[in-house]
């Protein structure tokens, strides 16, 4: 079973940078996407940016122009490049994977990294 390790989390200023981190405890081979999600306290979990194995990215609109997500297929791991951060951006982001073995396609989560924007 493969697992997933975020890191990077913290508490930044509005209008300052973090840079998330995702690893996977071993090789993919065939991934369908890998990307970030977040969830703040009393909301529900949404989508912030995906990377296809392709390399094909997607973002919500409301991380467009600020966030981009990148992968280093060596390391085994997915980034979030997280800039001019606002308060509402505060969530925990969970990575995901997608990917297809043994003819299924299979999904599995993160535990999770705190970002808090503050002053």
């Known amino acids: 079973q493969v697992q997933l390790v975020e890191s990077g989390g913290g508490l930044v200023q509005p209008g300052g940078s973090l840079r998330l981190s995702c690893a996977a405890s071993r090789t993919i081979f065939s991934i369908n996407a890998i990307g970030w999600y977040r969830q703040a306290p009393g909301k529900q979990r949404e989508l912030v940016a995906t990377i296809t194995s392709g390399g094909s990215t997607n973002y919500a609109d409301f991380v467009k122009g600020r966030f981009t997500i990148s992968r280093d297929n060596a390391k085994n791991t997915v980034y979030l490049q997280m800039n001019n951060l606002k308060p509402e951006d505060t969530a925990n982001y969970y990575c995901?994977?997608?990917?297809?073995?043994?003819?299924?396609?299979?999904?599995?989560w993160g535990q999770g990294t705190l970002v808090t924007v503050s002053s």
């Open positions: 995901n994977l997608n990917f297809r073995q043994w003819g299924a396609n299979f999904e599995v």
